[in-house]
T-cell receptor
Framework: DAGVIQSPRHEVTEMGQEVTLRCKPISGHDYLFWYRQTMMRGLELLIYFNNNVPIDDSGMPEDRFSAKMPNASFSTLKIQPSEPRDSAVYFC????????????FGPGTRLTVL | EDKVVQSPLSLVVHEGDTVTLNCSYEVTNFRSLLWYKQEKKAPTFLFMLTSSGIEKKSGRLSSILDKKELFSILNITATQTGDSAVYLCAVSYSGGSNYKLTFGKGTLLTVNP
C-alpha cells in the first residue's frame, strides 16, 4: 500500500490567497484526520471524518478553515483567505474500524503564507 | 492548560545509553495513550496503551501505562543514532459523544555516536 498521500508537499502563497490541501487515505480506512503542527502549539487535531462524514470540527481554528470528504479516497482542507499565522505543517492521517486505533500519517504539507 | 505534558523537553545521550521518556496526562473519559516517533517527516506509530501495568515491547523500545497516577514512560535501551527523533505522546478520550486526541509537545532525543 502506498500509505497516506498528501499534496502538495510544499506550498508558498501570499496572504489573502486561497489554499487547498489534498489527502488520499489508505484504502479501506474509514477514519480520516486533519492535523496542524507548529513549533508553538505542537500537533493539533483540526477535524476528523468517519465514512466521509465530518464528526468533530471543534479543532478548526476559525471559519476561514473548511474541510470536505466527497468520497472514501479523497479529502481537502481549504483555507480562505490565508494569513501568515496559518503557516504550519498540515498532516492528514487515517485509521480503520475504531477511531481509537493507531493512525497512519501522511508526509505532510508545509504551508508558508507570506 | 496542557492536558498532556512530556518531559524532558530535550535529551542528549551517547550511543548505548538507556533513556526514559515521560508523559503525564489529565483528561476525563480516558481511552488510550499512544506513542509516536517523528523524525524529519510524519509521526510513525510506536505503541498504544489502554491497560495499566502491561508493558508493550518492540525490540529495544518498551512502554508502560499507569492509569492511577496518570502517566506513561517510554524506555529505549542501547540507544542508536537512528533513535534520534522527537517522541510524541498522545492521549485519546471521549469529549461528550466525540473522540478527542491531544498530543504533548514532544521530547527531542539526540543520540550522539
Amino acid at each position: 500500500d502506498a500509505g497516506v498521500i498528501q499534496s502538495p508537499r510544499h506550498e508558498v502563497t501570499e496572504m489573502g490567497q486561497e489554499v487547498t490541501l489534498r489527502c488520499k487515505p489508505i484504502s479501506g480506512h474509514d477514519y480520516l484526520f486533519w492535523y496542524r503542527q507548529t513549533m508553538m502549539r505542537g500537533l493539533e487535531l483540526l477535524i476528523y471524518f468517519n465514512n466521509n462524514v465530518p464528526i468533530d470540527d471543534s479543532g478548526m481554528p476559525e471559519d476561514r478553515f473548511s474541510a470536505k470528504m466527497p468520497n472514501a479516497s479523497f479529502s481537502t482542507l481549504k483555507i480562505q483567505p490565508s494569513e501568515p499565522r496559518d503557516s504550519a505543517v498540515y498532516f492528514c492521517a487515517s485509521s480503520y474500524w475504531d477511531v481509537y486505533n493507531e493512525q497512519f500519517f501522511g508526509p505532510g504539507t508545509r504551508l508558508t503564507v507570506l | 492548560e496542557d492536558k498532556v505534558v512530556q518531559s524532558p523537553l530535550s535529551l542528549v545521550v551517547h550511543e548505548g545509553d538507556t533513556v526514559t521518556l515521560n508523559c503525564s496526562y489529565e483528561v476525563t473519559n480516558f481511552r488510550s495513550l499512544l506513542w509516536y516517533k517523528q523524525e524529519k517527516k510524519a509521526p510513525t506509530f510506536l505503541f498504544m496503551l489502554t491497560s495499566s501495568g502491561i508493558e508493550k515491547k518492540s525490540g529495544r523500545l518498551s512502554s508502560i501505562l499507569d492509569k492511577k497516577e496518570l502517566f506513561s514512560i517510554l524506555n529505549i535501551t542501547a540507544t542508536q543514532t537512528g533513535d534520534s527523533a522527537v517522541y510524541l505522546c498522545a492521549v485519546s478520550y471521549s469529549g461528550g459523544s466525540n473522540y478527542k486526541l491531544t498530543f504533548g509537545k514532544g521530547t527531542l532525543l539526540t543520540v550522539n555516536p
